[in-house]
């Protein structure tokens, strides 16, 4: 063993602050597989083999680090926050530090490794200064966010302008050296299958186009946008799909809307890409306090505890942490289960989002159907 092994390994055995390594499931779940010693003698576990976040300690402490973890993952960056955790038996403020590691030849970021650093009690921290920098932390996190917005708008209308007229093009030109060749069946079939090609591109391209371009919700308000949106979406993908969405939610703020939004692009964006599916169904209830969303397909499934890597593993970008982000930023939560097993049951989303309006109970609204029909129920994995 080398002189900087040797050093890494006394490190990791001897250093008083808490020091850990994470796994990254495919739907953006986080698992602790190693921690130093230090680590395992404050939380009196041993970890042998991965074990979830909140697995190890208290829900709100577990929640306080997931989200440092989704700001790593969905800026790709280290970052650093201080945060009062109850580890070690009492409640104390640590410097938590996030550092992405990433696979050496695809480059998706792979686990992550990081450091809780208690703060000493002798120094003595700025309140203002820490509320400045918490802020500012936040509105850096929403920043991004809007430029994600942003660089997938202008994407849409490159792929649109752009190279949507390029196979047109194509297409055409296609037609013209059908007409050349005249009879002959063997270059007629291959025609063809180069026909089937541009085509099946031609239809992704305007349902990725869709799907990137934020919708706007000043005109018509939440409801109406949602159902839109879906209805536009099952004619570009041939997907069927269902919809049931309470009327209270165009009484949430623009801000709040804005993310019940994003989150159904995202959420229908990724059964588009992945799930393999004939029927999505979009409901969302209000109930007093909350109001909760369900993306459900009667797709493939996926794997939801175990991270893997290689050419046939699902990647998701950074949508998912996208998701929880937003959704973390007012009060809510984001909750994803499938089934991977073969002839899977789908995948179901589910996100709470927190109000504090007066509703008056009223009836559920009737189940509404895209355009394409809805000819079955998608049942919900366990």
Request: aromatic share 4%; net charge positive.
């Amino acid at each position: 063993m080398g002189p900087r092994p040797a050093y890494h390994k006394l490190h990791w055995m001897h250093a008083p602050e808490y020091l850990f390594g994470m796994q990254i499931s495919d739907v953006g779940q986080f698992f602790y597989e190693s921690m130093n010693p230090a680590f395992e003698r404050s939380l009196g576990i041993s970890i042998a083999s991965e074990r979830a976040i909140h697995e190890c300690m208290s829900e709100e402490d577990a929640k306080s680090i997931c989200a440092s973890c989704d700001a790593c993952v969905a800026t790709g960056r280290s970052v650093r926050y201080r945060q009062r955790l109850t580890l070690g038996g009492r409640r104390r403020e640590f410097d938590t530090t996030i550092n992405p590691v990433r696979d050496s030849q695809s480059g998706k970021i792979v686990k992550l490794v990081g450091s809780h650093r208690a703060v000493e009690e002798r120094v003595t921290v700025d309140a203002a200064d820490g509320t400045a920098k918490r802020r500012a932390a936040a509105g850096l996190e929403l920043r991004l966010l809007s430029l994600q917005e942003e660089v997938q708008q202008r994407i849409a209308s490159d792929l649109h302008d752009s190279t949507c007229q390029h196979l047109i093009a194509a297409s055409l030109n296609m037609m013209r050296l059908r007409r050349a060749i005249g009879d002959n069946d063997h270059a007629e079939r291959i025609i063809d299958d180069i026909d089937a090609s541009i085509d099946r591109a031609q239809r992704e391209i305007r349902a990725f186009t869709y799907l990137l371009h934020p919708q706007n919700l000043l005109t018509d308000g939440l409801k109406i946008t949602i159902e839109q949106f879906v209805d536009g979406f099952s004619a570009r993908t041939s997907l069927k799909s269902s919809l049931q969405i309470a009327p209270e939610v165009d009484r949430l703020s623009y801000e709040r809307q804005r993310a019940v939004l994003r989150v159904i692009q995202e959420a229908l964006a990724n059964v588009f890409r992945h799930a393999q599916a004939t029927h999505v169904k979009v409901a969302m209830e209000a109930t007093d306090t909350h109001f909760k969303l369900r993306v459900a397909d009667n797709g493939r499934g996926m794997p939801t505890h175990q991270a893997r890597s290689g050419p046939k593993a699902v990647s998701f970008g950074v949508g998912i942490p996208a998701m929880r982000a937003r959704l973390r930023q007012l009060g809510g939560t984001l909750e994803i289960r499938s089934s991977s097993a073969k002839g899977g049951r789908g995948t179901t989303l589910r996100a709470d989002l927190p109000h504090c309006l007066s509703l008056k109970r009223t009836r559920q609204p009737a189940q509404r159907q895209s355009h394409l029909g809805y000819d079955g129920s998608i049942v919900e994995p366990h």
